[in-house]
């Protein structure tokens, strides 16, 4: 049998739930709408830091162009304007 529950009665139960049990519903609602396979903290930490050595190393070789902090604040204000 399918039961047929109207969006308002789902907001105002989750409203109700305590802010750890809200979070785990909000997390939970994200997961199933997103397409992407759940990671791994810990491997998304090494692949960014496998990432950043990379990235290093082409500094290193003159391969890669910094741009300092005052740049990007600059760059950043203007983009709010």
Request: net charge negative; proline share 2%.
């Amino acid at each position: 049998m399918i039961m047929t529950i109207s969006i308002e009665t789902v907001e105002t139960g989750a409203l109700s739930l305590s802010l750890e049990d809200r979070a785990r519903l909000v997390k939970h609602l994200l997961e199933s709408i997103d397409e992407r396979p759940g990671s791994d903290p810990q491997q998304v930490e090494r692949d960014w830091l496998a990432e950043a050595a990379c990235r290093y190393e082409a500094y290193l070789r003159g391969e890669e162009q910094t741009i300092t902090a005052e740049d990007v604040f600059t760059e950043l204000r203007a983009d709010d304007r």
